[in-house]
């Protein structure tokens, strides 16, 4: 069974930072994706930063462009989203996700994801 569990969340004031963590089961490289999406109250999910492990391509949200990234420790098992300069905007529910099939489709879509988190919050005031 396949699990992913986020931690990391919490409230900041605008321009703080936070660091999300993903502890995946398994082999890090059994899954071809793995991706941060976020979910604000009455909005879609989206897509956040999405990894391909075995091409070593991050994509990221234009949005989040130079203040969020996406790494990794193989040997943890752990993916992390370290966001800076965190805005208002951002206040969300973060989830992590992964898949293992063999699609490329850059930040991809919640559809390209099969296993999910239980998402962690993540609030920013002004």
């Known amino acids: 069974q396949v699990q992913l569990v986020e931690s990391g969340g919490g409230s900041v004031q605008s321009g703080g930072s936070l660091r999300l963590s993903c502890v995946v089961s398994?082999?890090?490289?059994?899954?071809?994706?793995m991706g941060w999406f976020r979910q604000a109250p009455g909005k879609e999910r989206e897509g956040v930063a999405t990894?391909?492990?075995?091409?070593?391509?991050?994509f990221y949200a234009d949005s989040v462009k130079g203040r969020f990234t996406l790494s990794q420790d193989n040997d943890k098992s752990t993916m992390y989203l370290q966001m800076n300069s965190l805005k208002p905007e951002d206040t969300a529910m973060y989830y992590c996700?992964?898949?293992?099939?063999?699609?490329?489709?850059?930040?991809?879509?919640?559809?390209?994801?099969?296993?999910w988190g239980q998402g962690t919050q993540v609030t920013v005031s002004s």
């Open positions: 398994g082999y890090f490289y059994t899954y071809n994706l």
């Open positions: 996700a992964a898949d293992d099939r063999q699609t490329y489709t850059g930040l991809g879509t919640p559809a390209d994801f099969s296993y």
């Open positions: 990894l391909y492990t075995h091409y070593g391509k991050t």
